[in-house]
């Protein structure tokens, strides 16, 4: 079992800054994928960001040059750093962790954190 815990968000102004974490604990591994999700109101879950563990990251487009994903694979952390903030940005924030290394693909995922850019 993998627990994962967000933290981080906030109140920011447009243009602004947010650095968000990601704690794993219980039998997280390096092996898994890792990334960020987003849900806004009235909107469906969409990936933000990920990392495979070897390294390979992928960016949504519209966060592509803003958004900065890393993780930290001794303390089993995963950070999101987000610059240039827009009111579109705004949403729950949600870690995931994927188990690839299996016949089924297992998902785990934090309770999110809330977001909001707005002047």
């Known amino acids: 079992q993998v627990q994962l815990v967000e933290s981080g968000g906030g109140l920011v102004q447009p243009g602004g800054s947010l650095r968000l974490s990601c704690a794993a604990s219980?039998?997280?591994?390096?092996?898994?994928?890792m990334g960020w999700y987003r849900q806004a109101p009235g909107k469906q879950r969409e990936l933000v960001a990920k990392?495979?563990?070897?390294?390979?990251?992928t960016y949504a487009d519209s966060v592509k040059g803003r958004f900065t994903i890393s993780r930290d694979n001794a303390n089993n952390t995963m950070y999101l750093q987000m610059n240039s903030l827009k009111s579109e940005d705004t949403a729950v924030y949600y870690c995931?962790?994927?188990?690839?290394?299996?016949?089924?693909?297992?998902?785990?995922w934090g309770q999110g954190t809330q977001v909001t850019v707005s002047s």
């Open positions: 990392v495979t563990s070897s390294g390979t990251i």
């Open positions: 219980g039998s997280m591994s390096s092996a898994y994928e």
């Open positions: 995931n962790a994927k188990n690839l290394r299996v016949l089924k693909v297992y998902e785990y």
